[in-house]
């Protein structure tokens, strides 16, 4: 398959010098790199938030669970 990709002059420059210290032609790099990209670990894997981690206070300015809606949280923030 054909593609076309857009790159900054000087990103394409640091490819075709790459390329060449490498002696491959910038098709068997950019393959190489895109293969090596999609081999890898994601680094986001695992990580989810929820409420539940979210810090929580203590005392007077705590915040109950069932103030943890958008339209609470602006009335809290609102005087």
Do not use: C
Request: glycine share 4%; charged share 25%.
């Amino acid at each position: 398959m054909r593609t076309t990709l857009e790159l900054p002059d000087p990103l394409f420059a640091r490819l075709k010098a790459r390329a060449a210290s490498e002696r491959l032609t910038l098709k068997q790099l950019l393959r190489s790199y895109v293969e090596q990209g999609l081999s890898a670990a994601p680094e986001r894997a695992g990580l989810t938030r929820s409420a539940a981690t979210l810090p929580r206070l203590d005392g007077s300015l705590a915040i109950e669970d069932h103030q943890l809606s958008n339209a609470t949280l602006f009335e809290l923030l609102d005087p």
